[in-house]
């Protein structure tokens, strides 16, 4: 059982930055495939972002790529996801998942989200 719980989620205006983490419980955070998916208002979850279990290799949405940056420390077993050049269409409640599988469909384990705006 793995427990998820993120933070680093707020107000940000438009053009600015975030970076929102994930801390993990438990002894096998290194194991896992790590994910951030977003849910705006009205809209269905999409996802985001994913790393690899060591970090070597990253994924992003097309929306995200070049703005947002994932990154994981397993010694501290947290994943980051740095968010610059925010846009008002980046308004989303911020979820981390993870899963053993690189391309999975479906993930294992989900936290209750953080919130972030972003002001035009």
């Known amino acids: 059982q793995v427990q998820l719980v993120e933070s680093g989620g707020g107000l940000v205006q438009a053009g600015g930055s975030l970076r929102l983490s994930c801390v993990a419980s438990g002894r096998t955070f290194s194991t896992y495939v790590m994910g951030w998916f977003r849910q705006a208002p009205g809209k269905e979850r999409e996802f985001v972002a994913r790393i690899s279990w060591n970090g070597s290799s990253t994924y992003y949405a097309d929306s995200v790529k070049g703005r947002f940056t994932i990154s994981r420390d397993n010694a501290k077993n947290t994943v980051y996801l740095q968010m610059n050049s925010l846009k008002p269409e980046d308004k989303a409640d911020y979820y981390c998942?993870?899963?053993?599988?690189?391309?999975?469909?479906?993930?294992?384990?989900w936290g209750k989200g953080t919130q972030v705006t972003v002001s035009s």
């Open positions: 998942a993870a899963t053993h599988v690189w391309q999975a469909q479906l993930y294992d384990y």
